[in-house]
């Protein structure tokens, strides 16, 4: 088809990027202005960076006065309605106004980011993702990426275990507030809240600035990607806990050394702002195969004395072992009364003992899913056993 030479927009496709916008501003309520201030807060720029560093002081009045006529061009773009699009499209497509009014519509408004709360919000919250999420995952092949539903679990839902986690919120609030710090090694039992005092730190302290990234062992040979990216908050408020959940390594992985590395900081550019914190139940940290059990006595030593060199290198090593009857009846105690369950004392630890006794063990995680199998069949009036 030959296009007329009156027209230089071709229908189609402007048609298709016109329908692309309005789905994303569908998230924005279908306001450009929403959509323009939601990208300009979430932005990481020399400005950002400056505001979330120091308020913004040490920038050059050169980078502030960009960063208003920034602002107010997307003002004034955010100012257009699909009716000024609509209009332009008959004018430059030369398509019939039935046409161009079965497009969606969107709206416009006044919302421009008033540039010293940019600035505030800068410095108070950080820039980027992290700003709007606190926990995050790293892989290989997708880089970083935010955790949007992530375990709400509080410092206030842990039960007992009170000396382990004090050792801990004093070295993460050290970490915060710029003072020494330990890399952290929570040893112990399965089940025993190793994991959940890490998540419950994050949501304790994440207006602080704490944020998470969790790496699997495997992954660990590509950190460096994540070392420059955390790199690039050092002089933000934010600080970011390096998550290794149950670690355990084989002899002869290669991401055994990357390790050791890192937290003796002879690994090239690690940032300040970054801490490891990683969880284990294995004693020795390097499994022993059959054929180094099998191996000369000097071979296992070895294996040995490089699992506890890892261990020591952590600063902080804090040991969470089950709980005795005594204990995890009052753990079980204790969750139901944050829940509010009313049932009589006795059936509850009865009913609690029997369930622990029939799968492995007694935990602070078994007590909790007692507790919430408890609560689902008082819920729909049945018997809890």
Same mark, same amino acid.
């Given at each position: 088809m030959v296009r007329d030479r009156r027209y230089d927009v071709?229908?189609? #496709? $402007? $048609?298709? @990027?016109? &329908?692309?916008?309005?789905?994303? %501003?569908?998230?924005?309520? =279908?306001?450009? #202005?929403?959509? %323009? %201030?939601? $990208? #300009?807060?979430?932005?990481i720029n020399p400005f950002s960076l400056g505001c979330a560093a120091d308020g913004g002081q040490s920038l050059d009045a050169v980078v502030w006065d960009?960063?208003?006529?920034?602002?107010? &061009?997307? #003002?004034?773009i955010g100012m257009l309605t699909s009716g000024d699009i609509k209009a332009e499209l008959r004018a430059r497509t030369g398509a019939l106004s039935e046409m161009v009014n079965l497009l969606p519509d969107f709206t416009g408004s006044d919302r421009g980011a008033d540039i010293e709360n940019l600035a505030d919000f800068y410095q108070k919250n950080g820039i980027g993702i992290y700003a709007k999420y606190r926990a995050f995952s790293f892989s290989n092949q997708e880089g970083i990426q935010p955790i949007r539903s992530f375990d709400s679990i509080r410092l206030s839902d842990l039960k007992r275990y009170e000396i382990q986690r004090?050792?801990?919120i004093e070295n993460t609030l050290g970490f915060l507030h710029n003072q020494p710090y330990n890399n952290v090694l929570l040893y112990g039992d399965r089940g025993?809240?190793? &994991?959940?005092t890490v998540k419950a730190l994050l949501n304790e302290y994440a207006?602080? =600035?704490?944020?998470? @990234?969790?790496? &699997?062992?495997q992954d660990l040979i590509y950190i460096g990607k994540l070392l420059h990216e955390v790199g690039q908050m050092e002089k933000t408020k934010l600080k970011f806990i390096l998550f290794i959940d149950d670690l355990t390594f084989n002899e002869d992985d290669e991401n055994f050394g990357i390790l050791k590395a890192l937290l003796e900081g002879s690994l090239t550019g690690r940032p300040k702002n970054l801490a490891v914190y990683a969880t284990t139940n294995r004693r020795h940290l390097i499994k022993e195969t059959f054929s180094s059990r099998e191996g000369d006595e000097v071979h296992m030593a070895d294996t040995i004395d490089e699992s506890l060199s890892l261990s020591d290198r *952590? =600063?902080?090593?804090v040991t *969470?072992?089950?709980?005795?009857?005594?204990? *995890?009846?009052?753990i079980v105690e204790k969750i139901a009364a944050d829940r509010g369950l009313e049932i009589e004392r006795e059936l509850l630890l009865k009913g609690a003992e029997r369930f622990a006794l029939s799968r492995s063990g007694r935990s602070p995680r %078994?007590?909790?899913?007692?507790?919430?199998?408890?609560q689902a069949r008082l819920a729909l009036g049945l018997a809890i056993d």
């Open positions: 071709d229908l189609y #496709a $402007a $048609a298709h @990027v016109y &329908s692309d916008l309005c789905r994303e %501003l569908m998230e924005y309520g =279908g306001n450009l #202005a929403a959509y %323009l %201030l939601h $990208a #300009a807060k979430y932005d960009a960063a208003r006529n920034d602002l107010h &061009s997307l #003002a004034k004090q050792k801990i025993t809240g190793k &994991s959940s207006e602080q =600035g704490l944020r998470m @990234v969790e790496v &699997s062992k *952590f =600063g902080l090593t *969470f072992v089950k709980p005795d009857k005594a204990g *995890f009846l009052d %078994l007590a909790r899913q007692y507790i919430d199998h408890v």
